[in-house]
Nanobody
Framework: QVQLVESGGGLVQPGESLTLTCATS????????MGWFRQAPGKEREFVAAISWYHSTNYADYVKGRFTISRDNAKNTVYLQMNSLKPEDTAVYYCAVRPGSASDSVGSYGYWGQGTQVAVSS
């Protein structure tokens, strides 16, 4: 059974940092792309960042320069380092996996975690 489990969310003040972790199990995703998405209350789920199996990355414009995605294929784990957090970054963050190259399309990812809450507030 494939499982993706996110962790590392929490409540922080503007300007602070958090690192999210997504641990996968049930199969090896070393040749899959992995992505992070987020969903704020009342809004649609949106793309944050993605990384291919060969470590090529892409980011949404609203996190570029502040967030960094990385992966450890040996551990089947993907990370999201979030710096200079803003109140508008508040959302539930989800990791997801898809075969092939990294994508910003929500619908192209077949495996999803349950999400971890990130709240940025003073």
């Amino acid at each position: 059974q494939v499982q993706l489990v996110e962790s590392g969310g929490g409540l922080v003040q503007p300007g602070e940092s958090l690192t999210l972790t997504c641990a996968t199990s049930g199969r090896t995703f070393s040749s899959y792309a992995m992505g992070w998405f987020r969903q704020a209350p009342g809004k649609e789920r949106e793309f944050v960042a993605a990384i291919s199996w060969y470590h090529s990355t892409n980011y949404a414009d609203y996190v570029k320069g502040r967030f960094t995605i990385s992966r450890d294929n040996a551990k089947n784990t993907v990370y999201l380092q979030m710096n200079s957090l803003k109140p508008e970054d508040t959302a539930v963050y989800y990791c997801a996996v898809r075969p092939g190259s990294a994508s910003d399309s929500v619908g192209s990812y077949g495996y999803w975690g349950q999400g971890t809450q990130v709240a940025v507030s003073s």
